[in-house]
């Protein structure tokens, strides 16, 4: 039996060599601590959460070393310890410490020159037995659900934040779960309150959801920081992605401080508050009588200044931004931001004429360029070809050669969502104003389209 041992150690070693040759050392490691700590498989296909089920002792070898050699004892040792974060409940002696090792550690494998070491670190070389006691608090919530999930059902495993609000995607699989889910995920997220289900797609134009509470309370109203500048809305009412993050600090860096800024769709603020508060002059716009309540108050809570506007993208584009840029000076940093990937670039339609010269009497050479920063989706074979002529249909015209379609972001296996970005063409603004958009013309709301991602 021993001899058997022996060399199941041989052959788990000659093994772990390959896997490390192939850069796989460290799933080697979490993979022998996973087999020995994971729950007791009687907690699978449970209904109603039952914490104490997950108490399991275990018992594993140990060395004993001495407090002081314990730093270079665990470094000989890396790949034979446990790199647990359970505590042992053997109590050690004054000034030693057991070290759990993997259940099939055995002393007569450590080669003779780690044996040496051991005995100048003073380690006895003798192997302990100690017991681990286990509970529902020590794991972590995909290791909770990996363990309650029937065969066959995918534990969930991913989730947004939201201030206090966690916010999950569940796969119709996984929602007879729902309510042990949302527990799990509230027991083991520290300040999580609320815990929410898409109780459908996204599937309006406002881009919020309807919310199924699986756990905790129904308050929607929270508080989220993005990048030390403080957002409250209620996120049942108004859209917020905090996978946004990265994107709406680009913006932000890029555009300097004296650049006047049209947010067509600002929803609450994250790209118009940090602007705002940077020095810029903001104007900002949201259809949603909601979003534009905490916009407006977002950008009190973050003690700043903006002219906010609740209108329809269109008609802001076609009056404020054409009213200031009629009169702009030529060396005015103006920038037109338009993150509703879904549709924004229909809108690209209300350039075409914006400053015609039965509007405006400026000749082109005098009039300040506008930058566009365009956000849209794709999910069409050549990604970059389909967001251009998109763009071009809407403008009536090729892009500038000096345009570019940046990857922002995948928002499903085959879809991503791009910004566009190009400094709109005076012969496009300055051309005699088309009227014949009719359909087009009507403002989104009016007509909500099926979506569905964010
Ligand atoms: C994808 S969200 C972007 C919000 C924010 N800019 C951000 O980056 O998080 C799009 C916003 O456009 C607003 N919206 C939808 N249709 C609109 C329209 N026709 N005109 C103006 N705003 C609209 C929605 O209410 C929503 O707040």
Redesign the pocket.
């Known amino acids: 039996m021993r001899n058997l041992f022996h060399k199941l150690g041989l052959l788990r070693k000659q093994f772990a060599s390959c896997l490390k040759m192939a850069g796989f050392e460290n799933a080697v490691v979490v993979k022998r601590n996973e087999d020995v700590f994971k729950p007791p498989e009687a907690v699978r296909g449970m209904k109603v959460l039952d914490r104490d089920a997950f108490t399991k002792s275990i018992k594993l070898p140990a060395m004993l070393v001495p407090s002081r050699s314990l730093q270079r004892f665990c470094k000989l040792f890396k790949k034979d310890r446990l790199t647990s974060r359970y505590a042992s409940t053997t109590p050690s002696p004054e000034d030693k410490r057991y070290v759990a090792m993997v259940p099939e550690f055995d002393l007569e494998n450590v080669d003779h020159l780690k044996m040496e070491e051991l005995k100048e670190l003073n380690v006895e070389q003798k192997l302990h037995e100690i017991t681990m006691d286990i509970r529902y608090e020590h794991y972590k919530h995909f290791e909770i659900l990996a363990a309650i999930m029937p065969n066959g059902v995918t534990p969930n495993s991913g989730f947004e934040r939201v201030g206090h609000i966690v916010h999950v995607n569940l796969l119709e699989e996984q929602k007879p779960f729902k309510h042990i889910i949302g527990q799990v995920i509230l027991d083991t997220q520290k300040t999580a309150r609320t815990v929410v289900d898409k109780a459908c797609t996204i599937d309006n134009?406002?881009?919020?959801f309807k919310m199924d509470v699986i756990a905790g309370e129904e308050d929607f109203i929270t508080t989220v920081i993005e990048h030390g500048r403080r957002f409250q809305f209620d996120y049942s009412k108004?859209?917020?992605?905090s996978r946004?993050e990265t994107?709406?600090m680009r913006i932000i860096d890029l555009i300097t401080t004296d650049s006047i800024v049209f947010?067509?769709?600002?929803?609450?603020?994250?790209?118009?508050i940090p602007l705002a508060k940077k020095g810029c002059q903001v104007y900002a716009?949201?259809?949603?009588a909601e979003?534009y309540k905490w916009l407006c108050h977002n950008a009190k809570l973050n003690k700043t200044q903006l002219n906010a506007f609740n209108?329809?993208?269109?008609?802001?584009i076609e009056s404020e931004l054409s009213k200031f840029v009629r009169t702009a000076p030529k060396e005015s940093k103006i920038f037109v931001?338009m993150?509703?990937?879904?549709?924004a670039v229909d809108?690209l339609d209300a350039f075409p004429g914006l400053l015609s010269t039965e509007i405006t009497n400026r000749a082109d050479n005098e009039m300040p360029d506008i930058n566009i920063f365009c956000?849209t989706f794709s999910a069409a074979e050549d990604k970059i070809l389909d967001v251009e002529t998109r763009a071009a249909g809407r403008l009536g015209q090729n892009l500038p050669e000096l345009h570019k379609v940046r990857d922002v972001r995948k928002v499903s296996p085959n879809k991503d969502q791009f910004c566009l970005s190009f400094v709109m063409p005076k012969d496009i603004l300055m051309q005699p104003k088309s009227l014949d958009r009719t359909d087009d013309l009507e403002?989104?709301?009016k007509k909500p389209r099926l979506s569905t991602d964010?």
């Open positions: 134009t406002y881009r919020n108004v859209f917020w992605n946004l994107e709406h947010d067509v769709f600002a929803g609450v603020g994250p790209f118009s716009n949201d259809l949603n979003s209108l329809d993208g269109r008609e802001f931001i993150n509703l990937p879904g549709h809108f956000y403002p989104q709301a964010d």
